[in-house]
């Protein structure tokens, strides 16, 4: 997946500086989402509920996925509506990633997230249990920032297309 395009997040009222000067790089951005140990994911019902629950997770070639039970409440919400946005714990230092979840089933990708998902977490996620169903979420947007110098912080990340 290539660099997104990086500028500053339209936000009218939150004295966000226009000047490049202070924005995030993407290798910084990397470095959070892949060290992260819990991802906050939220969805969004059939009714319009929304419905928010922490994972553990892997930010993995360019990509954020994690494992939830497809008959769970989460993985019922992303098959009517994979749309998905993903937020690390910390509200001091920033990271959500906005984009569409999707099922993996390639099993070379599934070997691959079960392999840094073990190194990861200790634990090995069985691909054979309809239980463990792999997720990516494909970003469209993610914006991070510092919560002690917002306004020069604030950046948002685009994918084409």
């Not at 004295?15 to 924005?23: A, F, Q, R, T, V």
Request: glycine share 8%; hydrophobic share 35%; charged share 30%.
């Amino acid at each position: 997946m290539s660099e997104p395009r990086r500028d500053r997040p339209h936000m009218p009222g939150y004295g966000i500086k226009p000047e490049p000067d202070g924005l995030q790089s993407w290798d910084r951005f990397q470095d959070r989402a892949t060290g992260s140990r819990n991802y906050w994911v939220a969805t969004v019902g059939d009714d319009g509920r929304p419905h928010v629950m922490p994972v553990w997770g892997l930010w993995l070639e360019g990509l954020v996925y994690f494992s939830t039970d497809p008959s769970s409440r989460k993985g019922r919400n992303l098959r009517s509506r994979p749309e998905v946005v993903v937020h690390l714990e910390s509200g001091d230092d920033v990271v959500i990633v906005e984009g569409v979840a999707e099922p993996v089933t390639d099993p070379a990708a599934v070997a691959r997230f079960v392999e840094a998902y073990e190194a990861k977490y200790r634990f090995r996620p069985d691909p054979g249990n309809p239980a463990h169903g792999v997720y990516a979420v494909r970003p469209r947007r993610a914006f991070s920032w510092l919560e002690q110098d917002y306004p020069s912080t604030a950046t948002r990340w685009r994918w084409e297309g």
